[in-house]
T-cell receptor, first 118, second 115 residues
Framework: AQKITQTQPGMFVQEKEAVTLDCTYDTSDPSYGLFWYKQPSSGEMIFLIYQGSYDQQNATEGRYSLNFQKARKSANLVISASQLGDSAMYFCAMRENGSGGNNRKLIWGLGTSLAVNP | EAGVTQFPSHSVIEKGQTVTLRCDPISGHDNLYWYRRVMGKEIKFLLHFVKESKQDESGMPNNRFLAERTGGTYSTLKVQPAELEDSGVYFC?????????????FGPGTRLTVT
């Protein structure tokens, strides 16, 4: 069954340190995509990073990197050099590509609330 | 370029009343999605439009929910009659047509409270 699991309801990190937010997934589709979104207190959902199931390299976007371990079905988000503005909810999501074609719906985890301490 | 907009930002209604949520996607985005987050639960997919056609409505909770996208531009989601369990944040997202585009762009959400 399609499922995203985020086991950390809340995390704390000291400013300027790195933090890893966990995400495991379950799918029987060999082709899928994994996403991380950030939701600050203002409510908007901000796309951070994407990893395709066939991508050979781990995705990176600035201070964000995705530690993709396909055999373990994990897609952890690593935020380096945390900033106060990183305090937010972080959601992991998956899209199964099926037979290909158009965008598909996203399946979401419960989210992790990250607090960055000064 | 304007992002995805949603109206209203908040709505408080009584059980049994009707509410209509509106979403304006990014211009040129043929894919439009509705999601809902109920307090303490995962964000759940509701439905997906491609232009004006419903591609996938498997997530719609029941027939009290009606979504439309006339002309393939903005979309509305009507809840009639509203029940207490309909409370939550309703997100709309849009994306370009085609599998090469990964990102879904989200609106700020509409927080619906049914009392």
């Amino acid at each position: 069954a399609q499922k995203i699991t985020q086991t950390q309801p809340g995390m704390f990190v000291q400013e300027k340190e790195a933090v890893t937010l966990d995400c495991t997934y379950d799918t029987s589709d060999p082709s899928y995509g994994l996403f991380w979104y950030k939701q600050p207190s203002s409510g908007e959902m901000i796309f951070l990073i994407y990893q395709g199931s066939y991508d050979q390299q781990n995705a990176t976007e600035g201070r964000y990197s995705l530690n993709f371990q396909k055999a373990r079905k994990s897609a952890n988000l690593v935020i380096s050099a945390s900033q106060l503005g990183d305090s937010a909810m972080y959601f992991c999501a998956m899209r199964e590509n099926g037979s290909g074609g158009n965008n598909r719906k996203l399946i979401w985890g419960l989210g992790t609330s990250l607090a960055v301490n000064p | 370029e304007a992002g995805v907009t949603q109206f209203p930002s908040h709505s408080v209604i009584e059980k049994g009343q009707t509410v209509t949520l509106r979403c304006d996607p990014i211009s040129g985005h043929d894919n439009l999605y509705w999601y809902r987050r109920v307090m303490g639960k995962e964000i759940k997919f509701l439905l997906h439009f491609v232009k004006e056609s419903k591609q996938d409505e498997s997530g719609m909770p029941n027939n009290r929910f009606l979504a439309e996208r006339t002309g393939g531009t903005y979309s509305t989601l009507k809840v009639q009659p509203a029940e207490l369990e309909d409370s939550g944040v309703y997100f709309c997202a849009s994306s370009q047509l085609g599998s090469g585009s990964h990102e879904q762009y989200f609106g700020p959400g509409t927080r619906l409270t049914v009392t």
